[in-house]
């Protein structure tokens, strides 16, 4: 898949207004000058289907949520204006598009992984785009997965990451002595 199918997938998606598939471009372009061979496969599959939604506090405390079993990105009215940097907040739902294969995002298999999945993203989401914020709700998770990063090799955690491979992670764990 290119950029071009991924244009083609975000214009096929009526329920995205123009300003957003503009955004959405742009991030999954900043993404693909970063990362040239990460498929874009999920992305695509994902794009022409992805819902974003208003929820609130009671539904989500975190300004954003991504819900990979529906493809929908849940914004929280509530606090989007507490001062987040919506470009960051965007580009780290939007990674979890790019890799929901429909049974997990990343390497989260069944929850096992979710925080240092959760730290992973942020990572990533720094490295591409930054955080223009003072907010910042993930350091716990952040600091961790640099650690285990550091142990494992951050070459572990991208491809299992990005080919939804919890084995790999586990694998490396073990052969590091974590379990």
Do not use: W
Request: aromatic share 10%; hydrophobic share 40%; net charge negative.
């Amino acid at each position: 898949m290119t950029l071009e199918d991924v244009k083609i997938a975000l214009d096929s998606n009526e329920s995205l207004t123009d300003e957003l598939r503009d955004n959405i471009y742009g991030l999954v372009h900043i993404f693909n000058e970063k990362y040239p061979n990460i498929s874009l496969n999920n992305l695509c599959n994902n794009l022409s289907t992805l819902k974003i939604v208003k929820s609130n506090k009671f539904l989500n405390k975190r300004v954003s949520k991504y819900n990979y079993m529906t493809n929908t990105i849940e914004f929280n009215i509530d606090v989007i204006n507490e001062g987040y940097d919506m470009k960051h907040v965007l580009m780290y739902d939007l990674l979890q598009v790019i890799t929901n294969n429909g049974v997990m995002t990343g390497f989260n298999q069944n929850d096992k992984f979710r925080a240092l999945n959760a730290g992973y993203t942020e990572i990533l989401t720094n490295n591409l785009v930054g955080n223009e914020s003072d907010i910042s709700s993930l350091d716990s998770e952040i600091i961790s997965t640099n650690i285990i990063s550091y142990i494992l090799g951050d070459d572990i955690l991208f491809n299992a990451y990005f080919n939804n491979d919890a084995a790999l992670l586990t694998n490396a764990m073990l052969e590091k002595g974590f379990v």
